[in-house]
Structures are given as C-alpha cells and as structure tokens.
C-alpha cells in the first residue's frame, strides 16, 4: 500500500488532475452509499423517473420520504476527504471537478466550479414552468402543508429520502410550483431512469480530456454515467487512479488503486502534496 500511495503522491504533485468522486466520498459525513461498505442499495430501490412523473402516489412517497430526509441531508457537512479535495484545487493540482453527488459538500468545503453531474438535492425545479427554488423554501411549504407530520428516522437513503411506513405516506399532502401554480415539482437531480444533460457531459469530457490524469474517488463505477469518462480517459492514454473502499468497474482501466478509507488517505495525500513549500532564505552578500 506504501509504494501505491507514494505512486499516487506523484501523480497528483504532478498537478492538471480532474477528480470524479462518487457516494463513498460522502459516507463519512453520514451519508450512506448505494454499493460501498454502507450496501444502501442491498435494502433500497431509487425512485426512477418514470415512476415519479406518472404515478401521483409514487410521487407522494417520494416527497412523503424526502421531506423527512432533508432534515437529515440538509445538515451534513463537509468532512476530511472533501476538505482535502478543495485543499488540492486551492493549490493547484485539481484542475476540475466532477461529482455524482447530489450532497454540494464539494462547494461546501470550499471548492469551486464543480460539475455536478447529477444536480444538487437542495435545488426545486418546476417540470412545467422551469422555475428553480431552493429546498428551503419548499421545507417551509411542505411543512405548512403538513403539520405535525413527523416520524422516526432510522437512516436516511443515499438519495435523500427515508423508509416511511404506507399509513405514514398516505397522509402525506404535496405542494405544486408556487409560481406558476399548478407545475409538479421535482428536485433538480437526475433520477434513475432520466438523462444527464448533453452539454453537461460534453463539459465532463472536456475536462477529461485536458487532464492530465483522472483521480476517481470513492466510486463504484457500476454505472456508465461515471465510468464512461473513466473508460474514456484510459482510451487517450491518460493515467487513472481510484482510491475506492472495495473493488469498482473501473479497476481494468487504471494505472493504480488503492483500497483506502477517503478522509484518511486524501488528508495525506493533500498534506504531502499541497502544503505550500517554505521559502529558502538566501545568505546576505558579504558586504
């Protein structure tokens, strides 16, 4: 594990590295993963989004779930292996990031220009009028709509939501666009099921392909919405590393993995590679 970690340290001095992280970056600050060591997905079926805009009873749940898991998401905060991320940018090695998260710890911990590849969890959009709110602003509408409404949560599932009993969602009342009155709303993340928009990937693999490698982070790489910049990185002869709890998709195509825990490794990784050097003091001249 040493010489793989001293190979990563090189890589990433190196600097022009694009990051892809995934759910297992996100797990330290309480926010379980789909397939890593957390196995949410073992217990849990996302809402796709045929389901949410079809079947007004799934879109009850969906919210009846969510409102409750806000409480949840909403709070989380940045933890080590997202403070080290932006510690690399602010030094100048990360020259891009791209998340699958919906979390915005990214820019929480302080970097900037994040793709979010999948949208944000604290951003409403209207599916008729196209207005953008913020959750909290639906919170405080929802919870006018429902006092009281309230219930034990046990944990909270890597899309925001959280299991609810079927008499708890039945009284559940949703809320349209308070703009245009009548729009379905829906949070402004990709659901399973829906597409990423083009010009958003098309800014993904830009960035890839001006890297100079790709760092992968805490990702499975299970489904080709992230792997495919992995694949295409590979296909231009561009280094890939992945630093992952437990194996992804992705490990046939990369020059190095190492199977770490994400705050530990990257805080080491950004303390032996961003710490700004001290200046060498040059000798007066003998006068």
């Known amino acids: 594990m040493t010489e793989t970690f001293d190979a990563l340290t090189r890589l990433v001095a190196a600097g022009d590295v694009v990051v892809l992280s995934g759910a297992g970056l996100s797990t330290e600050s309480g926010i379980p993963d789909y397939r890593g060591p957390s196995g949410a997905a073992r217990r849990h079926t996302p809402m796709t989004y045929q389901a ?46 791209i998340t699958q998260n919906v979390d915005g710890l990214h820019t929480a911990a302080g970097a900037t220009g994040v793709i979010e590849l999948h949208g944000r969890l604290d951003e409403v959009t209207c599916l008729d009028c196209g207005n953008l709110t913020s959750r909290e602003e639906l919170d405080r509408r929802l919870r006018e709509a429902n006092p009281g409404f309230d219930a034990h949560v046990a944990h909270v599932n890597p899309d925001g939501d959280v299991d609810l009993p079927d008499e708890a969602v039945a009284r559940f009342r949703t809320v349209d666009c308070g703009i245009c009155g009548t729009g379905m709303l829906k949070p402004d993340v990709v659901f399973f099921g829906e597409t ?92």
């Open 52 to 97: 949410f805009t079809r079947d007004p009873d799934a879109r009850r749940r969906y919210w009846a779930r969510s409102h409750l898991g806000w409480r949840l998401i909403g709070r989380a905060a940045p933890n080590d292996g997202h403070r080290a991320v932006a510690r690399l940018q602010h030094a100048g090695l990360v020259a891009g990031i």
């Open 196 to 287: 990423v928009p083009a010009p958003r990937v098309a800014d993904c693999f830009a960035r890839v392909e001006r890297a100079r490698a790709l760092l992968v982070l805490g990702s499975s790489l299970t489904v080709m919405s992230g792997r495919r910049f992995v694949i295409r990185a590979a296909k231009l002869g561009i280094p890939v590393a992945i630093v992952n709890q437990g194996p992804t998709r992705g490990d046939g195509h990369a020059t190095l993995t190492l199977d770490a825990p994400l705050g530990q490794a990257l805080t080491a990784l950004a303390d032996r590679t961003a710490t700004p050097v001290a200046p060498v003091a040059v000798p007066a001249a003998a006068g």
